[in-house]
């Protein structure tokens, strides 16, 4: 294992049609299943905006302030396929994407660095409503960006992938472990209601895909919910 687009690449050739993301919000209904595919299409575009549209360079810190949410994985993929940290909020980010919940506390900084907002509403589209002053729309930015992604400064095994809230780990540090983790098996399908872009959730979301595996990830979920989800995505282990 070394960096994350060098393990996204191997599941994409293994096989790039199964599902690696399945999103469930039940106080909505919503259901999401992102194959390898349609999960690398959306990284892709993601570090494009990045990159390209908001300036950011390999070695700098991207603080992912989103709740449980399919959208968290696609943002980790983007950060470390541009090289960059994933850190917490007391690291000082170079930029942040927030969902609704965090556009009062960022909007603040939004003069000083990109603040990027996430509706966090089916299909990833536009907030309904204007955004304040320099906080930029994910759900209207991101469609524009090209489908692939190659980095002009790749990030190597030796790079930081996350800052210290997270463990502080190097990209070929952290493949490693998720490659050697004990949450599921080779192959098989994680249920969850962690947040997967947290420091204790991250683990439920790089593991199945250093393995091949892939995660069902439920929120909002009423009284044996989580049994049936299970049951019907044909669950092989659960976190916690």
Request: net charge negative; aromatic share 8%; proline share 10%.
């Given at each position: 294992?070394?960096?994350?687009?060098?393990?996204?690449?191997?599941?994409?050739?293994?096989?790039?049609?199964?599902?690696?993301?399945?999103?469930?919000?039940?106080?909505?209904?919503?259901?999401?299943?992102?194959?390898?595919?349609?999960?690398?299409?959306?990284?892709?575009?993601?570090?494009?905006?990045?990159?390209?549209?908001?300036?950011?360079?390999?070695?700098?810190?991207?603080?992912?302030?989103?709740?449980?949410?399919w959208l968290g994985?696609?943002?980790?993929?983007?950060?470390?396929?541009?090289?960059?940290?994933?850190?917490?909020?007391?690291?000082?980010?170079?930029?942040?994407?927030?969902?609704?919940?965090?556009?009062?506390?960022?909007?603040?900084?939004?003069?000083?660095?990109p603040v990027l907002?996430?509706?966090?509403?089916?299909?990833?589209?536009?907030?309904?409503?204007?955004?304040?002053?320099?906080?930029?729309?994910?759900?209207?930015?991101?469609?524009?960006?090209?489908?692939?992604?190659?980095?002009?400064?790749?990030?190597?095994?030796?790079?930081?992938?996350?800052?210290?809230?997270?463990?502080?780990?190097?990209?070929?540090?952290?493949?490693?472990?998720?490659?050697?983790?004990?949450?599921?098996?080779?192959?098989?399908?994680?249920?969850?209601?962690?947040?997967?872009?947290?420091?204790?959730?991250?683990?439920t979301f790089t593991?199945?895909?250093?393995?091949?595996?892939?995660?069902?990830?439920?929120?909002?979920?009423?009284?044996?919910?989580?049994?049936?989800?299970?049951?019907?995505?044909?669950?092989?282990?659960?976190?916690?």
């Amino acid at each position: 294992m070394t960096v994350f687009a060098d393990v996204l690449a191997r599941q994409l050739r293994a096989d790039s049609s199964r599902p690696l993301v399945t999103f469930y919000d039940d106080a909505t209904g919503e259901r999401v299943e992102l194959s390898v595919t349609t999960y690398a299409n959306w990284v892709a575009k993601t570090a494009s905006l990045l990159v390209e549209e908001h300036g950011l360079e390999r070695g700098q810190s991207l603080h992912v302030d989103l709740p449980p949410h399919w959208l968290g994985p696609v943002f980790l993929g983007a950060a470390w396929s541009a090289g960059l940290v994933v850190v917490g909020p007391e690291e000082a980010p170079d930029a942040v994407v927030c969902g609704p919940d965090g556009l009062a506390r960022w909007t603040a900084h939004a003069a000083d660095i990109p603040v990027l907002a996430c509706s966090l509403l089916p299909l990833g589209v536009r907030f309904a409503e204007p955004l304040p002053p320099d906080v930029h729309d994910v759900g209207v930015d991101v469609w524009s960006q090209p489908d692939s992604f190659t980095p002009w400064d790749p990030p190597t095994a030796d790079d930081p992938a996350t800052g210290a809230s997270y463990g502080g780990a190097t990209q070929g540090e952290t493949w490693t472990t998720a490659a050697a983790g004990s949450l599921l098996t080779d192959g098989g399908r994680l249920l969850t209601e962690a947040n997967p872009a947290s420091p204790p959730g991250l683990a439920t979301f790089t593991e199945p895909l250093a393995r091949g595996g892939s995660l069902v990830l439920v929120v909002h979920a009423g009284p044996g919910r989580l049994d049936a989800v299970s049951t019907a995505e044909r669950v092989t282990a659960r976190f916690p």
